[in-house]
């Protein structure tokens, strides 16, 4: 079997509509399955103003709006209907790549199962991190108990680091996991992008240590421990600026939790990578990435990162070398040792150019071309065993 004889069925709760680092991944697979020859139909939600065109074949299906608060602009794929069916009978895939634990990903494993067709799921999010930042943390045995029966249903797993692998491991979600890492566009993401007059544009002075946020503005970012780890910063004196790169649904919680901060809103392409150079360290405390893109984006524009210590920049960062890893827990624990991680690069500047630069270097082995590559992989190997249990 060649990878010119796979068909694939790609289904997404998110491919194009709103912009985000899951759906960026699977747009540059699906561009790079195209160039192989691979043929591709894509399922997903599908809206009038999306953020972005989609690469491939776009198919709608069912969804509503997210019942939960201030996510209204993220919708919930639901069970595949007849025309959706239709279209996917049509199509005819040999391989079903689902990208959501989803209404819409259950109905697509289903038919997989019923015609016999393999089935890879990408785990792109820790949705059992989610209830916590919704006052339902209560939820979570409930919801990892979910995403295990769904895992296990499917053939295969492909996630983005070592550490998410070793953690969909412990909680039982399946044997065969292998890595779907990311990669990094260098051209984008450069220290030589750095752009000292749209620095001084924002009120930011040539020597001023400014502390980047980068992502979504939703509180499952770690939006109140960034906050609160500032708050400490400040307490101790420590001189710094905040530049804050993106945009959501929390972003008037997040300015009134960070008078004096500059909120840059959202970039993208060469606009977003300029920005990123132009700031002195990165500091991302979430703890539901998987991988961490805005992470190794950082690391390629050489700053030093400070991150809570937990899947995806558990796999990226190397403490002590190019940045901090701070154990996550509790806001009021969490919030001053990352203050504690933060200070010596407010503090040094010998430092935090050292671990920026090292960064950098580790960021140069992230291709994209090569980690796609291990996706064909995977689905090759599939059939392969598929074909050795019929034989």
């Avoid at 079997?1 to 540059?28: K, P």
């Avoid at 893109?293 to 190397?318: D, F, H, I, K, W």
């Avoid at 901090?324 to 919030?335: E, T």
Wanted: charged content about 25%.
């Amino acid at each position: 079997m060649d990878v010119t004889d796979l068909r694939i069925a790609l289904f997404s709760g998110n491919y194009n509509y709103t912009r985000d680092g899951c759906n960026q991944a699977l747009n540059r697979l699906a561009e790079y399955l195209l160039r192989q020859g691979a043929a591709l139909r894509v399922y997903s939600p599908v809206v009038a103003e999306p953020d972005f065109p989609p690469t491939g074949d776009l198919v709608d299906v069912p969804n509503m709006r997210m019942p939960v608060k201030n996510r209204g602009e993220y919708r919930l794929g639901l069970p595949l209907d007849a025309k959706a069916r239709a279209d996917l009978e049509a199509f005819a895939p040999n391989t079903v790549h689902l990208s959501a634990p989803d209404f819409t990903g259950h109905s697509a494993l289903n038919w997989a199962r019923k015609h016999d067709v393999p089935v890879l799921a990408s785990v792109h999010t820790r949705f059992e991190t989610y209830p916590q930042y919704y006052g339902m943390g209560f939820l979570e045995p409930a919801v990892i108990a979910l995403l295990r029966r769904f895992y296990h249903r499917c053939d295969a797993l492909v996630a983005p680091s070592q550490s998410q692998i070793d953690e969909l491991k412990a909680q039982g979600m399946h044997d065969d996991i292998s890595i779907w890492s990311r990669g990094v566009d260098r051209t984008v993401f450069h220290p030589s992008k750095r752009d000292l007059e749209w620095r001084r544009s924002l009120g930011l002075a040539d020597d001023d240590v400014a502390i980047v946020f980068l992502g979504r503005l939703v509180m499952e970012k770690g939006l109140d421990v960034f906050a609160e780890t500032i708050v400490q910063l400040r307490k101790r004196q420590v001189p710094h600026k905040v530049l804050v790169i993106g945009d959501g649904p929390a972003r008037g919680w997040f300015e009134k939790a960070l008078p004096g901060g500059i909120f840059a809103g959202f970039k993208t392409g060469a606009d977003l990578g300029k920005a990123l150079a132009s700031g002195d360290i990165f500091f991302n405390p979430s703890i539901t990435e998987t991988f961490g893109n805005v992470t190794l984006e950082a690391m390629a524009c050489g700053l030093p990162v400070v991150a809570a210590g937990a899947t995806g920049a558990a796999s990226l960062v190397t403490d002590g070398e190019t940045g901090r890893l701070v154990p996550p827990g509790k806001p009021d624990i969490f919030a001053p040792a990352c203050a504690e991680a933060l200070a010596p690069y407010c503090l040094d500047d010998e430092l935090r150019l050292r671990h920026g630069a090292n960064g950098e270097k580790a960021a140069g082995a992230y291709s994209w071309d090569a980690i796609n590559q291990a996706v064909v992989d995977t689905y090759m190997r599939l059939h392969e065993q598929r074909a050795a249990e019929a034989a």
